[in-house]
C-alpha cells in the first residue's frame, strides 16, 4: 500500500495562546455581557433596543440558513415569527398564574417563559414543515411567493381568531424577556448555523444553492435538506417571535406584515447571501441606523415630522437598497465570507473556506 | 338560485380584472422566466396616473366617451414607458446572473414604488387611499325578480375589454411575427438571437405590452371599487400572481382561466363565508393547487435542462 505523504498543516498564526483559544469566544462573550450589563443599567431604551436587535439577529441568521446557505427564496420569514410569537404569548398569558412551586418566583417564570418559547418555536417548525413540503418541491420562485402567501394566511388567521386578539392584538403578555435570554438564543442560533454550513449537512445545502440539478444528479436528497433547513429555520424565527412577543407591550397583526418579512431580506442580502456573520453585521447596522437616524434628527432640533419621516422613507430605501445592491454588488457585504475572512491580517483568523 | 347567479356574476368580473393582470405576468414569465414583483405596483403607477388624467379632464370631459379613452391610453402609455425603464435598467444588466438576483431586484423595484408612492413629498399621493372620480356612470343594466340579479354596466364593459384584449393578445401570440419572436425567445433566447431575432426589442415589447395591460386592468379595478391606494398594486398584484400560477404560469389561456377560478372561489367565499376569509382563502388555494399539480391547472412540470 502507498503511504500518502502527510500535507503539512498550516501553521496557525495568532496572537493568542493556544491554550486560550478554545474559550476565546466565551472570554468574549463575558465581556459583552458586562457591557450589557452597563448599558442595561443605563435606560430602559437601551435594554429594548439590545433586545429589538437580538430578536432581529436571530431573523437575520435563522434567514440566512434558508436563502443564503441553501439557496431558495423565503420571503414570508415574519409569518413563522407570529406563529411564534402568538403561539408562546398566549401560553405565556394563560400560565401567569401558575408558579412552579419547588422553584424560586423569578426561575419559575423562566422556566415557564422556555417551555413557552420552545412551544411557539415547534408550532412555527411544524408551519415551516407544512409550507416547505409542497413547495419546495417546486422552483424558487413559487416558494417565494407561497411563503409570502402563508404570511398573510397567517395574519388573516390571526385577525379572525377571538383567542389572538384579532386585529386589537395581545396584550399583557408578562414580560419575562430580557437581553439575556434574548443574546443567549442569539448565541445557540448562531452556533447552530454555524455548525450546519461547517458540517456535511451544510456542504449539501451548499451544493443545493450551486446547482440543484448537480446536486441531485451527486445524490443529494434536495427536497428533504431543503426542508430541513426550512424547518430549522422557521423554528428560530418562531423562537425570535416569542422573545419579542415578551418584551414589547403589544402584539398585533400589523407587526409581522409583508415589511417585516422584507426588512429580514434586505438584512440577509445586504450582509450576504451565505455569510452568518455578514447576516449579523447587517442586523445590527439596520437596527441601529434608524434608531440613530430619528435621534440625530431629534437631537438637531428639527421638528419632530422629520423624526418620524425616518419610518416611512426607510421602506423606499430598502426598496432601492436591494435594486442598487443587485446591480452593483449581488454578493452582498460579505458575499459568502465571514467576517474573520475580511478583517485584516493582524487579527487572528480562521482557515479560509466556508467551515 | 338567483343569489348563486348574482355570485357568479360578480365573481367572473372579478376574475377578469384578475387576468387581465395576470397575462402581464404569464407574458414577461413567459419570455425572461422572471417573476415580475413589480408588475401589481407599475399597475398602481397607471391607476395614478390615470386619477390624475381624470382631475384635469374634469368632470364634464371624464364622463364622455373620449374622456374615458384618454385617461386609459395616458395610463396604458405611461406604464409601457414605466415597464420600458424597468426592463432596462434594472432587468436587462441582470440577465445573464443567477436568477435569484434578478427575483431580488423585482421585489425591491416593488418595495420601492409601494412604500415611495406613501411618501407625501413633492408629487408622490401619501398613504391614505383617494376616492377615484366616476368615470363611467353607473347603471344596473339587467334585473331578474325585484333586483335579485343585478347586472352593473361597468362589470359588462371591463368584461368585454378583458375578453377582447385576451383574444387581440392570443392573436399576437400566435398569428403574427412579433408572436413568433416572442415564442422563440421564450423557448430559448441564445438560439433565438443566433437566428437573427432582437431579443433585446422582443423582451422590452413583452414588458412595454404587459405593462400596458397591467394599467388597463388596475383602471376597471379602480372603477370598480372606486378607490386608488399605493397598496393596490401590491395585493391585486399579488391575487394575479396566484391566478397565474393557478393556470399554469406562462401559459396565457391558463392564466385567464386561473384569474376566473380564483374570482369565483374569492366571491363565494365572502358570499357564503365571511368577507375577512377571502385573502387567506386565495393562498390557501393557491398551496392546494401547487399540491395537487405542481405546474398549475394547464402548465406542466418541465425538466430542467443543463
Not at chain 1, 443574546?183 to 458540517?199: C, E, Q, T
Not at chain 2, 408588475?39 to 368632470?59: N, P, Q
Not at chain 2, 372561489?265 to 395537487?292: C, K
Not at chain 2, 405542481?294 to 425538466?303: C, I, K, M, T
Request: a positive charge; hydrophobic letters at 55%; proline letters at 4%.
Amino acid at each position: 500500500m502507498m503511504e500518502t505523504p502527510a500535507l503539512p498543516v498550516p501553521e496557525a498564526r495568532s496572537v493568542i495562546p493556544a491554550g486560550l483559544r478554545g474559550i476565546f469566544p466565551v472570554l468574549v462573550a463575558l465581556v459583552l455581557l458586562a457591557l450589557f450589563q452597563w448599558l442595561v443599567s443605563e435606560s430602559p431604551f437601551a435594554v429594548y433596543l439590545l433586545s429589538v436587535m437580538g430578536v432581529n439577529i436571530i431573523l437575520a441568521v435563522s434567514l440566512n440558513i434558508v436563502n443564503g446557505m441553501t439557496g431558495q427564496f423565503s420571503i414570508g420569514h415574519a409569518g413563522f415569527m407570529a406563529v411564534g410569537a402568538y403561539i408562546s404569548g398566549v401560553l405565556s398569558l394563560n400560565l401567569k398564574e401558575v408558579a412552579l412551586s419547588f422553584l424560586p418566583v423569578a426561575a419559575s417564570d423562566q422556566v415557564l417563559f422556555t417551555v413557552a418559547l420552545l412551544v411557539g418555536g415547534l408550532a412555527a417548525a411544524a408551519c415551516g414543515f407544512l409550507v416547505g413540503l409542497p413547495s419546495l418541491r417546486l422552483r424558487g420562485d413559487y416558494l417565494a411567493i407561497v411563503t409570502l402567501g402563508f404570511g398573510e394566511i397567517i395574519r388573516v388567521v390571526v385577525q379572525n381568531t377571538n383567542a389572538f386578539g384579532r386585529a386589537l392584538g395581545l396584550s399583557g403578555i408578562p414580560q419575562y424577556s430580557s437581553p439575556y435570554m434574548v443574546y443567549f438564543w442569539v448565541f445557540l442560533v448562531v452556533l447552530v448555523a454555524r455548525r450546519i454550513a461547517g458540517s456535511s449537512h451544510g456542504r449539501s445545502l451548499w451544493a443545493i444553492r450551486e446547482d440543484e440539478v448537480a446536486a441531485e444528479a451527486m445524490g443529494v436528497d434536495t427536497t428533504g435538506y431543503k426542508v430541513r433547513s426550512f424547518v430549522i429555520s422557521s423554528f428560530f424565527a418562531g423562537i425570535a417571535g416569542g422573545l419579542f412577543a415578551h418584551f414589547v407591550p403589544i402584539i398585533n397583526p400589523g407587526s409581522f406584515t409583508f415589511v417585516k418579512s422584507m426588512e429580514i431580506v434586505v438584512m440577509v442580502v445586504l450582509g450576504g447571501l451565505g455569510s452568518t456573520t455578514g447576516a449579523i453585521v447587517a442586523a445590527i447596522l439596520l437596527t441601529l441606523l434608524p434608531e440613530g437616524m430619528r435621534s440625530l434628527f431629534n437631537a438637531l432640533g428639527t421638528e419632530g415630522s422629520l423624526a418620524q419621516k425616518v419610518d416611512q422613507i426607510r421602506m423606499p430605501i430598502y426598496g432601492l437598497l436591494l435594486v442598487v445592491l443587485m446591480l452593483s454588488r449581488p454578493q452582498g457585504l460579505f458575499g459568502v465570507r465571514e467576517l474573520w475572512d475580511v478583517l485584516p491580517r493582524w487579527i487572528p483568523r480562521k482557515r479560509r473556506g466556508l467551515s | 338560485m338567483a343569489q348563486l347567479l348574482q355570485h357568479l356574476i360578480n365573481g367572473l368580473a372579478a376574475g377578469t380584472i384578475y387576468a387581465l393582470v395576470a397575462l402581464g405576468y404569464t407574458m414577461v414569465y413567459g419570455v425572461l422566466k422572471l417573476i415580475n414583483f413589480a408588475h401589481g405596483d407599475v399597475m398602481m403607477v397607471g391607476v395614478y396616473m390615470g386619477y390624475a388624467t381624470a382631475f384635469a379632464l374634469g368632470r364634464e370631459a371624464r364622463n364622455s366617451l373620449l374622456g374615458v379613452a384618454l385617461i386609459f391610453a395616458v395610463a396604458m402609455l405611461g406604464c409601457a414607458l414605466l415597464g420600458f425603464l424597468i426592463e432596462r435598467f434594472a432587468y436587462r444588466p441582470l440577465r445573464e446572473k443567477p436568477r435569484l438576483t434578478a427575483l431580488i431586484t423585482a421585489i425591491g423595484i416593488s418595495f420601492a414604488l409601494s412604500y415611495g408612492f406613501q411618501l407625501d413629498i413633492g408629487f408622490l399621493p401619501g398613504a391614505s387611499p383617494r376616492a377615484f372620480p366616476e368615470v363611467i356612470e353607473p347603471k344596473e343594466w339587467i334585473v331578474i325578480g325585484d333586483r335579485d340579479v343585478v347586472v352593473w354596466n361597468w362589470q359588462v364593459i371591463s368584461f368585454l375589454i378583458a375578453v377582447a384584449l385576451m383574444v387581440a393578445l392570443q392573436y399576437l401570440v400566435f398569428r403574427t411575427r412579433f408572436g413568433r419572436a416572442m415564442r422563440a425567445v421564450s423557448w430559448d433566447h441564445r438560439v433565438a438571437a443566433l437566428m437573427g431575432i432582437p431579443t433585446d426589442r422582443v423582451i422590452a415589447l413583452t414588458f412595454m405590452l404587459g405593462s400596458a395591460l397591467a394599467a388597463g386592468a388596475g383602471l376597471l379595478y379602480a372603477i370598480k371599487d372606486t378607490s386608488v391606494s399605493p397598496l393596490m398594486g401590491l395585493y391585486v398584484g399579488l391575487k394575479a400572481f396566484v391566478a397565474a400560477v393557478i393556470g399554469g404560469i406562462g401559459h396565457v389561456p391558463g392564466a385567464v382561466v386561473g384569474a376566473l377560478v380564483l374570482g369565483l372561489v374569492e366571491e363565494f367565499v365572502v358570499g357564503y363565508a365571511a368577507s375577512t376569509w377571502r385573502d387567506a382563502v386565495a393562498f390557501g388555494f393557491l398551496i392546494l393547487v401547487l399540491l395537487v399539480k405542481p405546474g398549475g391547472l394547464f402548465g406542466r412540470v418541465a425538466a430542467e435542462k443543463v
